[in-house]
């Protein structure tokens, strides 16, 4: 069971985009479209805003996207608000019962 | 309203044992698998362990395997980790999460708030 690997941090001006990735291996982001993403703000629960790649909960803005390539997840923030200046996290299914995180990254909008 | 509310963590000492409870409310329980992640500054967030909506699947975490054992109890809408020889590295924020009916979707769509545990001698 190793991390997904997330670049630590990622930065933006309002209104540009911003794509953050997600590399696992083979056995996890590789296999199974069961990629998802997480907004966490400081001292807040995190809060799910991509689910299964692409997929996206009623109340997220479509201005948020996922996508998947080979062992690599990608998570695209477009016309960037100060509002999506929070900490983000993907996770896969990697089989077996078992769930994997990223390291997380930090997006900060200039 | 969707609510998940955590309770049994505090400060315990490395080698002894703590069981975490998560209650839910606002949906059919039986219906979807529940998580527990934890979260520390150095890390970020770790996923734990899981339990499928009826027990029948059940997954650990290599850092924990072996000295946790997650459970439900559908009737009074509960699930339980009970977490044993716990070692320094444990302390974290633990999260209750609601997963999925299909648990290999392993996505959380509900948390609560968090239980501080930490393991200090």
Known sequence: QSALTQPPSAS?????SVTISCT?????????NYVSWYQQHPGKAPQLMIYEVTKRPSRVPDR?????????????VSGLQPEDEADYYCSSYAGGNIVLFGGGTKLTVL | EVQLVESGGG?????????????????TFDDYAIHWVRQTPEKGLEWVSGIGWNSGNIGYADSVKGRCTISR???KNFVYLQMNSLRVEDTALYYCARGNAIYARGYFDNWGQGILVT???
């Open chain 1, 64 to 76: 948020f996207s996922g996508s998947k390539s080979g062992n690599t997840a990608s998570l695209t």
């Open chain 2, 119 to 121: 393991v200090s001698s």
């Open chain 1, 24 to 32: 696992g291996a083979s056995s996890d982001v590789g296999t199974y």
């Open chain 2, 11 to 27: 400060l315990v000492q490395p080698g002894r044992s703590l069981r975490l409870s998560c209650a839910a409310s606002g949906f």
């Open chain 1, 12 to 16: 933006g001006s309002p209104g540009q």
């Open chain 2, 73 to 75: 109890d559908n009737a």
